[in-house]
Each structure stands twice: as C-alpha cells, then as structure tokens.
C-alpha cells in the first residue's frame, strides 16, 4: 500500500493519526516514466504509460489529479463536434463516465437520465459542465487498479524542487511536499513535464520561450511587433456559487475592495469601461458585449448573454424536484481575469503577490456582485449569493489553484505556427481544388484538435486576440525539444507560439498532447529507440501512428469548417 493510499484511507476514515515520516529508502523512487504534474495533460500522460505496461510515478501540486477539470475548477471547453468526433478514445471515454456517473449517484429526472448527451449543468459554453468532485471521483477510479497493483504510485501536494541531468538526459527530479519539508527524488528512463507553467524546463535546463514572440520572430500575423517574454496571458481564481433568497451570504469586504471597484483596464486596444462591469468586450471584435446576470431564470430573457448560465455547473431543471434550492454556476468570466503580472517571468515573492492578488480580484467581484452590481428590477446585488466551498474543495472558497492559460514552451523540433492552423493566414497561403481551406497536414501527426485562436488579455496590457483556426493536427515534432534526448512535454508546454497556444491548451487537445507524450515514452523504451529516432525513421515513425491508432486516436480530421 502506498503512503498516499494509506494518507487517504486514514482521511476518509476521520483519523487524526500521523503517519511516520518517510524512511530513507522511502524517499527515493525508480520508474520508467515518471510524469511531473497531474494536470490534465499529466493524467492522460500516466494512463497512457501505464496501459502499456510502464511503472510510473505521477506527481501532483494539489490533492485533487485533472487540473483545469477539477483543481483549477474549468468545465470542458470543447469544439462543436466533440460528441461525434474529434478526441481520443480515452478522452470520450473519460466524458461517457462523468455522465455515467450521474446516472448511478444523482437523483436525475428520467428525461435527463435518458439524454445521451446529458449536460448536468447544461451551461451555454460546454456540452458537459458539471461539479468537479464527480471528475475527481472519475479520473481516480482510472487509475484505481494501476495503483492497486503497485504499477503507479501517485505523490498528491508535491512540487519539483530541484533537478540533475547529465549530458543531454535528465538523470533525476526531486519533488516536496507542500505542507511538509519531506522530499523524494525520483529517476527514471522518461520525465515528462506536465506542469501548469512548465517548471521543470528550466531546472533541466531546457532550452524554451516565455511569452509572446514578435513577428520577425514567427511571421505569424497576429503576432507582437517586438518580442515580450513577460507578456503571457491571464490567469484565473474560478469559484462556485448558488442563489438562496431571502439570506444574506455577503462575504466580508475584501482588502482590496475598493481598488477593483474603481479599476478601469489600461490596454490596447481599450477596455470598455470599469472591469466590475457587466458589460465587457467582445474578444472577436473588442466592442462592448453586452451581458447581464440573472440568478436561476424563469424563462424572461434580457439583451445579451445571461452570464448565469454561461458555465452553470448544475441546472435544477435536470434533477428531482428540491435536490437543489438553486442553480449552481461557476464564475470564470472576463470580469475576475488577471492580467497585472506574469506567473512564469516572477520571482517566487513576485508570484505568490500575483497569486494573492488575483484571488482579490475574485473575492472583489463576488462582494460587488452582493452588493454594488445592477439588477434587472433595478436593484443592487444579490445578498443570497452562496460561495460554495464544498464544490472546490478549499477553505476560502476560491479554486485549488489558479486557472492557467500558457506556459513556458519548449524549443521544439518543429514549431506550430499561425501559419500552420490559421484561417486568415492558411486562405492567403492556399485553398483546396474545391476552395476549401485547410490546416497544414503535418505527416507526423500524433493527434487531433480544434479551437479558435483564443488569447485573454494578457501581462502586457494587450487585449483579446480572438480569431478563427481550422481543425488542425498535432505534430509529433512539437513535442520533441531541441536537445534534450528524455524529457517530453505533456501538456500546454509543447511547440506552439503565443499565438497557436491559444488554440492548443484547451481540455481535449490537452488530454491528447498528454496521453501522446505518455505513449511516446512507453515505444521509445520498448523499440530503444529516443523519440527523436522515432521521428525520423519512417518504419519507426508509421508503428508508432498504428500503436496509436490502436488505443483511438484520430490523427486527421474529416472535412469541416473553421470555427
């Protein structure tokens, strides 16, 4: 039995006992892959290595596996023929199970149990919004027999701390707990970082980039006149909230209250007017989108986007009649974005200031949103607004951790560029014989994708950047780094630029990057071969596209239209 099952037993059975620190022996850990995050590039990443039979060891910074799914409380943003088409098998298999789920543990009405594509929340931004404990439960009881048998073993509240390479392998990468001083140093044939913000790149030594590149740089259209490392985008503190009318919820007022209320974006092109607002911009054409908040609606429709039901994680609607006094959505919308500071460029004070901060701002719209924010009857605020705590699992009701949109991003062998997958550039490059256009065909593809072109404002005080991309492929070269012959990305941290990471790091292409990168692993220590070789060596390259194939992915894309 391992410490984390015996930690998480003796948890669930209330025990206040403490566990004996780790031994000397026990501090030091050997795999074949060991995956340094647990995000939801770092959980694909483990499944798919450990299928084919790897030892492996998977670390995570919060005590909940699946990142943007769970821990940083993120419903799964999806292209529009995700029910059809377009994920891997495990991917598909993993949102059958959430809605599976449902059906056995929650008191559904028997129309919405009978709904193939049951929306728990049936929030307007995702086929599957839904309470994040219900992946948690989901994404463990995968790895369950793994760890059972003693093939995984899964370190909860770990950060890497340090790391050795010898050459141009990485030779071990020392982990900490969080709460405690213990550290485990771990070695293995592969490391794979699936960090949020690539940590491990730069005490490996890798050779990456940081923020957004300018065009002399990419030749991307979109792309910054000069290159701005410190200009990454937004991050988030999601949270969870309820409507119980006729009580009075009101949070105390945050510390940095009265800043917010009064804080207009300064950013190019302009903000529309104070961020505590509920009119933002448009991120395809920055003019005022007009939006409005309507807790738990009878069917009345006001102009604009009702953001109550932009990611509503629950709808009472779906279930039996007094399972919920109300509504439950989640908050993760332009007004509690933060873009004072870059996580990735700071110095550890820097970032945890930026992190406080952050969680102000939420804090902040969440009191004006009790208390100062215009209702639709011509009152102000909503007292009844519950944070829900329970939902995401922490003591001040914010997320575990923050929402994380880019990473540091590794100089790879192949670098996927705007070129490559965007509509306005691949129309002036070229059309299909029919007119159609399409993205760059990469014949090493490992994968399957689709997403616009999405950039929140970002560190530099640049606005959205929102345009369309058509369904592109991932290449295999974009997950090899340029000299590092072990060590593999596995989530937002492969070869893309600012510009394509915007298309690339939402949930599924996430998931495929992650389960690639853990598949890679596993052929390159059975054929001995690194993942370089692989990729050149045609016979090599095509046995790895059929493995693939064989556990379901799809490596290219039907006919469709751009989004």
């Not at 015996?6 to 780790?22: C, F, I, K, T």
């Not at 048998?149 to 141009?168: I, K, N, R, W, Y």
């Not at 969870?240 to 009101?250: Q, S």
């Not at 490559?420 to 070229?430: E, F, I």
Request: aromatic letters at 10%; charged letters at 20%; proline letters at 6%.
């Amino acid at each position: 039995m391992t410490y984390v099952t015996r930690r998480r037993l003796l948890q669930a059975a209330g025990s206040l006992l403490v566990l004996p620190r780790l031994s000397g022996l026990d501090k030091e850990l050997h795999c074949d892959v060991a995956v340094i995050g647990g995000g939801v590039g770092g959980f694909a990443a483990a499944l798919a290595a450990l299928r084919e039979g790897m030892r492996v060891v998977l670390t995570e910074e919060t005590d909940w596996i699946g990142g943007q799914l769970t821990s940083q409380a993120v419903p799964p943003d999806e292209h529009p023929w995700i029910e059809m088409f377009g994920c891997t098998r495990s991917y598909r298999n993993y949102r059958n199970a959430v809605r599976d789920y449902y059906r056995v543990h929650y008191p559904l009405t028997s129309v919405a149990r009978s709904r193939e594509d049951l929306n728990p929340g049936n929030g307007s931004v995702s086929r599957l919004t839904h309470e994040f404990r219900v992946s948690v439960a989901v994404l463990e009881s995968l790895l369950a027999p793994y760890q059972a048998s003693g093939q995984l073993t899964m370190l909860l509240e770990h950060v890497p701390a340090s790391a050795t390479t010898t050459g141009d392998r990485v030779t071990s990468v020392t982990v900490q707990h969080r709460q405690r001083q213990e550290k485990r140093t771990i070695t293995a044939q592969y490391f794979l970082d699936a960090t949020e913000l690539g940590d491990l790149l730069p005490m490996v030594k890798a050779e990456y980039v940081t923020g957004a590149e300018s065009q002399a740089q990419t030749g991307e259209m979109h792309a910054a006149a000069a290159a701005q490392p410190a200009n990454s985008q937004s991050f988030t503190f999601c949270f969870a909230v309820d409507l119980m009318e006729g009580e009075d919820h009101t949070i105390d007022r945050p510390q940095e209250y009265d800043f917010w209320r009064d804080y207009v974006p300064k950013m190019s092109p302009p903000w529309t007017g104070p961020l505590l607002n509920w009119t933002a911009c448009e991120p395809k054409t920055l003019a005022p989108r007009k939006a409005y908040f309507d807790p738990n609606p009878s069917g009345a429709k006001s102009e604009g986007l009702n953001l109550w039901l932009y990611r509503r994680l629950a709808d009472r609607a779906n279930f039996a009649p007094g399972t919920y006094k109300s509504d439950i959505t989640l908050v993760n919308w332009p007004q509690n974005d933060y873009w004072l500071g870059d996580l990735i460029t700071a110095n550890p004070a820097q970032k945890e200031e930026q992190l406080k901060r952050a969680k102000q701002l939420s804090f902040s719209f969440l009191y004006w949103m009790q208390t100062d924010a215009p209702r639709l009857d011509g009152g102000h605020g909503w007292k009844g607004l519950r944070l829900r705590k329970d939902l995401v699992g922490t003591e001040d009701g914010m997320a575990k951790a923050a929402y994380i949109r880019e990473s540091r991003r590794i100089q790879a062998e192949f670098t996927v560029l705007e070129q490559h997958v965007g509509t306005d550039m691949r129309t002036k490059k070229t059309r299909g014989a029919s007119g159609e256009v399409f993205a760059e065909p990469f014949p090493d593809s490992v994968g399957i994708g689709c997403y616009r072109i999405d950039l929140h404002p970002s560190a530099g005080g640049t606005n959205y950047v929102d345009i369309s991309s058509l369904p592109f492929q991932i290449p295999l070269g974009s997950l090899i780094p340029k000299r590092l012959d072990n060590l593999l990305p596995a989530c937002k941290n492969i070869g893309t630029t600012h510009i394509t990471n915007g298309c690339y790091r939402l949930h599924p292409v996430e998931w495929n990057i992650g389960e690639a990168a853990g598949a890679l692993a596993a052929y390159a220590i059975k054929a001995k071969k690194p993942p370089r070789a692989v990729r050149s060596d045609k016979k090599a390259l095509a046995e790895f596209q059929s493995v693939l194939q064989a556990r379901g992915f799809e490596l290219a894309w039907p006919r469709i239209h751009p989004v």
